[in-house]
DNA sequence: TACGTTTGCCTAATACTCCTAGGTATTTTA
DNA sequence: TAAAATACCTAGGAGTATTAGGCAAACGTA
């Protein structure tokens, strides 16, 4: 019979658009089977077991939303660094919600280690390269834009934002101001 | 034979208890049939299906939260109350990992809208009477703190601070500070 | 106290997902 | 073109979710 010319790339690339599809947490080996057209079984060969595909999407993920998130840092500083790299962060998880989700899977050590989000965390330090920021305050600033970030993300995800009138559009370059505020004029301890 | 004596209220506060101790994704109707030792089936008279299970689980999470919340919160004002809600928060992540994921599940409006999440907003919205903001300027502080808090708790629990010397103890603190200080110098629109 | 009703828990059965072992057929390579 | 590698298969076991229908314990009532 005709071979459909599966391998670990494709299997992950198919995942994360099924993610994006039908949400992270129902891409599943047998789903992913049923859309080459193959039988469960066949993935294994490919992949380890379903915990490892769901590992290399997140990967994928990770890779993707750091090359997005370098290409919109490029050549700004300061505040216009820090509305790109929010705006980045925050586009691609709303085009890609299945992914996003995958980004944010808990990776062992080992793997975290080789991965993409070592990347993400030196691009969220190189924004406050155009702030006037010693350390430790540096790394204070560091988690608490990163926690800003994914967690106004997330919430809006859940539709956490959705029971006022006032819209998220609306919110969102507000707390870009509020941030900037706060980084330029950051408390001494 | 001797009944077990179940009924929802039991299986949801087990499975609470369960999701501590496994994680909130491991909590399935099996897995708690095996805990009072009867049979899957059997839980089916008093749980509608399994994502009846998990949301239960999940009201049950926002109502402790919000009880301590609102402890914590009563009788404080300003940086003192800032602190007192995101500690509560903070900690009852820690205590109750489970739950805590639990609580984020996505509920549909209807139930959403009769849970304890209505106390929380009201709640996150208290806080700020101790400073001086208007709308639309309030809603968009209050947005600010809810993802700072949720998005710092889930960092967290991710490890995701574990990789410098600067310890998350430390930042916390300073997290609240800076809060603290761009809730009093809200910059203008 | 006996009787009927409720209901807590059971057995049986279906369906889906994950995964292993071992086989066949196709493609690659030497 | 034969050998090696490998893409996909069949078969089957185990865990989870769920429905349907049954028996017996507990409860309310006459």
């Known amino acids: 019979m005709a071979r459909v010319g599966l391998n670990a790339e494709r299997l ?24 080459f057209g193959v039988k469960d079984a066949s993935l294994y060969s490919h992949v380890r077991n379903s915990q490892d595909l769901k590992t290399r999407i997140a990967l994928l993920a990770l890779e993707e ?3 997005r998130v370098a290409a919109a840092l490029a050549g700004r500083a300061g505040k216009d660094a820090l509305a790109a790299f929010a705006n980045a962060y925050r586009d691609y998880a ?3 919600p299945g992914r996003y989700a995958a980004a944010q899977l808990e990776l062992d050590y080992e793997t975290a280690r080789n991965s993409a989000a070592v990347r993400h965390s030196r691009m969220t330090r190189a924004i ?19 926690s800003t970030f994914h967690g106004y993300v ?16 609306d919110t969102w370059p507000r707390i870009l101001d509020a941030l900037d505020a706060l980084l330029r004029n950051w408390p001494k301890a």
Chains 1, 2 share one sequence.
């Open 12 to 35: 992950t690339r198919a995942g994360a658009e099924l993610a994006d599809e039908v949400g992270f947490d129902k891409v599943t080996v047998s789903a992913l089977a049923r859309h």
């Open 65 to 67: 939303l750091a090359d």
């Open 94 to 96: 709303r085009e890609h």
């Open 128 to 146: 406050l390269r155009g702030y006037d920021l010693a350390e430790p305050d540096e790394t204070d600033a560091v988690r608490l834009l990163g």
């Open 154 to 169: 997330a919430l809006e995800r859940a539709g956490g934002f959705q029971h006022t009138p006032r819209t998220t559009e």
